[in-house]
């Protein structure tokens, strides 16, 4: 025991170790209380970066980065039972790393910890933000399977609605004309390497700032922050009922890190990882491109707004979200920092978390994607096997009606539900409509044969709360 | 190689150094930013020098520049033989009166004893040197390259013209002969010097001089030149007050710390440039070729089928991402459509409907007619097309880039 103590002061004299780790682990933090809970946010999102950099590595030692043999070294790595878990432990931890920035930022704002002389940190938080996105999206794409084939057509087409540079841009990020050999190696670096080297250095910095400014204490209504003597006043609270971060407070983020851990290796060995789709082969149409859960907000709100704003919410949406979260310290960097004396902090909040919960729930429906699979409807729905009805439900499957609309439980949200069309439209008005065609419902003109047109009609008549007596 | 570096990458390291050392020297010493003017203190050879010179560099840089900004207009203006010789004619006599000056400018600082030569440094010297090099290899172009006014718009153009667009090609200038070669890099070694020397009067040339009234520098009372000569000799060699910050210490330091920054930029951008131009560079166009899909006969006249076709030239470890599909539709005997796969909204793949005759897409509900019209939903423009044709009973398709809506 002896010979390691002076083996360690040999060591830490040589090398200054506890000089430069010292102050990190020893910092006076001040006294938070039950309130100190709220604050592992940040360190739970390390502790999920940390497990991607783990397991990202295991995984890169055995990922072919090639268009052409990524999907057979995936499938090579899940059928290893060790290598299944670590590719549900990756996904798991990429997962709980969007979950939990998204939970510390919005920490960060209710306690208006944003505020000075905590600048920076906001504005290194908001970058990582961006980075921890845009790796998670990288890395969905990583899964070269179709949907990770056509989530690279899908980037390619959203960097293209950027004005000027749309075009170029599109082909850059495709490495090329096409979808082929080169693009996947680029989504490879920018994924394995430069994103993850921009996170560390911002990660760097955002550490750093903690150890300069001292980490900010807990709200109390009433008290504002003035710039002017926050630090005199931080310092003296400090000195007055400072404790070091180690072990006092870092206990929690301890729990909290390990918690994290457990959770996602629970999660991977239990659920396992993300099915592999069909092979990334552009000739096999029969696709539904489908974003991992936390982009499936982002598909469900470009699904949903009107056509014209969707050049313009897909190139200035990012811009002015997090053009608003640069600008918010340097607009209000002093005043209350209590959630309570900020209603409008607690609205923002509450309105972004319904609107992202809204639009996901809706995305994971998707009413507005044609149920290309839905089967042609049964006899029991029908209500007879022959006869114009029956062969009307036929041409109701072939023309593709039921991809759109729904008939007692079976087809498509796109379109109006037809289980009771018969009680509210004429024959006339729905050949009208037929003919016609909407916004969203192509014309059927010169589609359908008379016979065809007169058996739909007669099927559709026939979806009546109660059946004629016919 | 070395050509791809030269001609590819040097240009961008002297610009960006030029411009980034030019605007540190004008922040931090902004009264040297000037042509540092020998004029007070020998006057008759300047005037031989400077006016031939800068009368003839003025002129040949200008044509260097026009024509190289507007070959098309130069080609046309210079298409008549006549027009060609007076072109020629002129710039080599305006070369030859610029060597001349130069040479005077240099003379004037060679005497060890003269007034100019004091108040000469190193950096004046490398300049001198590399602007003799430059307009004596340049007129050895003119003279021995004949006729250069022309082919220079088949060859430096285009490459000034990709350098511009950041898409560097330098297959235009990669065989001419070595010297033409030197003349064309060296250009952009002495566009390098501009921060460290005093070239950079070019940005502060005093144009207002044209039109502003005389001024006439009168000598209260001429002094000797010894006297002169003592004076400049005290002042750049001899105060060196005991203070704890003399003055050359912190020229020295000026020095020092701008070579620091500039020198430690070419060495990052001599990594930086290759690799972002290596980035980048994937996006070089390949050809596009024809590809084909099958015999007429196979397709039936009035329906849609999906074919497939290989990339143009794909990577080998490209696998099944090389392929592309596309919808081809037989509209008659020797009509067809390819349709792309990838649906106008946001490029998902677009499934065909035979019995209903419609294309949709299954990501936001995006429907089209067998023609390729929008039917409904969001796509903002109808399906993109193929070139199609018809070779040898084959039904081919011209590969295109992935239709990117913007």
């Given amino acids: 025991m002896k010979l390691l103590k002076r083996i360690w002061l040999w060591f830490d004299d040589l090398t200054g170790t506890s000089e430069l780790f010292g102050p990190a682990l020893f910092h006076p933090v001040p006294r938070a209380r039950r309130s100190r809970w709220f604050y592992v946010f940040g360190s739970a999102t390390l502790t999920a970066f940390l497990i991607q950099i783990i397991t990202g590595t295991a995984l890169a030692s055995a990922y072919v980065t090639s268009s052409g043999e990524a999907y057979s070294s995936l499938q090579f790595i899940t059928a290893n039972s060790i290598g299944g878990v670590i590719r549900g432990i990756h996904y798991f931890g990429a997962s709980a790393m969007v979950l939990l920035i998204g939970i510390h930022t919005i920490r960060v704002y209710l306690m208006a910890a944003y505020k000075y002389p905590r600048i920076m940190s906001w504005l290194s938080g908001s970058i990582l933000l961006a980075l921890t996105l845009l790796t998670a999206f990288t890395g969905q794409l990583l899964r070269w399977d179709q949907i990770g084939f056509w989530t690279a057509v899908v980037a390619a087409e959203q960097a293209g609605r950027i004005p000027f540079i749309g075009d170029w841009l599109g082909h850059f990020v495709l490495a090329g004309d096409t979808v082929g050999g080169a693009t996947l190696s680029r989504f490879f670096a920018a994924h394995v390497f430069f994103l993850p080297a921009c996170i560390f250095l911002l990660l760097g910095l955002h550490l750093y700032l903690v150890i300069r400014n001292g980490i900010s204490e807990p709200p109390q209504s009433g008290r504002r922050v003035n710039p002017k003597t926050y630090r005199h006043w931080y310092h003296a609270l400090l000195a007055r009922e400072g404790r070091p971060f180690w072990p006092y407070a870092a206990w929690h983020d301890v729990v909290a890190g390990v918690l994290v851990i457990v959770g996602v290796v629970v999660l991977a060995i239990t659920v396992g990882p993300p099915a592999l789709g069909k092979p990334p082969d552009p000739t096999i149409i029969e696709a539904s491109p489908r974003p991992d859960w936390y982009f499936m907000w982002y598909f469900a709100l470009l699904s949903v707004i009107p056509k014209w704003t969707e050049r313009w919410v897909i190139f200035l949406g990012p811009l002015i979200f997090w053009g608003i979260l640069f600008i918010l310290p340097f607009a209000a960097p002093r005043g209350e920092r209590s959630p309570l004396r900020r209603p409008w902090a607690i609205m923002a909040v509450i309105f972004a978390v319904v609107m992202i919960g809204h639009f996901w729930t809706l995305g994971l429906v998707a009413p507005w994607s044609p149920r290309l699979a839905t089967p042609p409807l049964p006899a029991e729905v029908v209500g007879t096997t022959s006869g114009p009805v029956a062969i009307g439900a036929g041409v109701f499957y072939e023309k593709g009606c039921q991809f759109c609309h729904m008939v007692s439980g079976y087809g498509g949200l796109r379109g109006p539900d037809l289980t009771y069309a018969g009680d509210r439209m004429t024959a006339a008005q729905m050949k009208t409509r037929i003919f016609s065609g909407a916004a969203n419902m192509p014309s059927y003109t010169g589609n359908l044969t008379p016979d065809e047109l007169n058996d739909l009609l007669a099927f559709l008549e026939s979806r009546r709360h109660r059946r004629p007596l016919i | ?406």
């Fill in chain 2, 1 to 406: 190689m070395i050509k791809t570096f030269l001609f590819a990458a040097f240009p961008y390291i002297a610009i960006v150094l030029a411009v980034l050392g030019g605007l540190y020297r004008y922040f931090s010493h902004r009264f040297t930013y000037s042509s540092i003017s020998s004029q007070l203190l020998e006057n008759r050879w300047l005037f031989w020098g400077s006016v031939p010179w800068h009368y003839g560099i003025i002129l040949i840089l200008l044509a260097h520049l026009g024509t190289g900004l507007f070959p098309f207009f130069a080609a046309s203006v210079l298409g008549n033989p006549v027009t060609l010789v007076v072109f020629e004619l002129i710039g080599m006599a305006l070369a030859l009166f610029t060597i001349f000056g130069l040479i005077v400018l240099i003379v004037r600082r060679l005497p060890l004893d003269s007034l100019a030569r004091s108040v000469t440094s190193k950096m004046d010297w490398i300049l001198l040197l590399f602007l003799l090099t430059q307009v004596t290899t340049g007129f050895a172009v003119a003279l021995f390259g004949r006729w250069g006014s022309l082919w220079y718009l088949r060859t430096a153009a285009p490459w000034f013209w990709s350098l511009f667009e950041f898409q560097p090609e330098i297959s235009s200038v990669a065989s001419l002969p070595g010297w033409v070669q030197f003349h064309m890099i060296f250009g952009w070694a002495v566009i390098l010097l501009f921060p460290f020397t005093r070239l950079v009067h070019i940005f502060t040339v005093p144009i207002t001089y044209l039109w502003r009234p005389y001024q006439v520098v009168i000598w209260n009372r001429a002094p000797s030149r010894r006297q002169l000569l003592a004076a400049t000799q005290t002042q750049t060699a001899g105060s060196d007050p005991p203070g704890d910050d003399p003055p050359q210490e912190d020229d020295r330091r000026h020095f020092l710390s701008l070579f620091g920054i500039v020198f430690g930029a070419f060495g990052v951008l001599l990594v930086a440039v290759p690799s972002a131009w290596f980035l980048i560079g994937g996006l070089r166009k390949p050809p596009r070729v024809w590809r084909s899909v099958g015999n007429v006969d196979s397709f039936k006249i009035g329906t849609t089928v999906k074919v497939a076709f290989l990339d143009p030239s794909p990577l080998p470890w490209a696998g099944v991402t090389a392929r592309t599909a596309a919808w081809l539709r037989r509209e008659s005997a020797d009509r067809f459509i390819a349709f792309s796969v990838d649906c106008t909204h946001l490029g998902c793949p677009v499934r065909w409907l035979p019995e209903a005759d419609l294309f949709m897409c299954p990501c936001h509900g995006g429907v089209y007619y067998g023609s390729g019209k929008v039917a409904s939903g969001p796509p903002p423009r109808p399906l993109v097309t193929y070139p199609v044709r018809i070779r040898n009973g084959a039904v081919e398709i011209l590969t295109s880039p992935l239709p990117i809506t913007s």
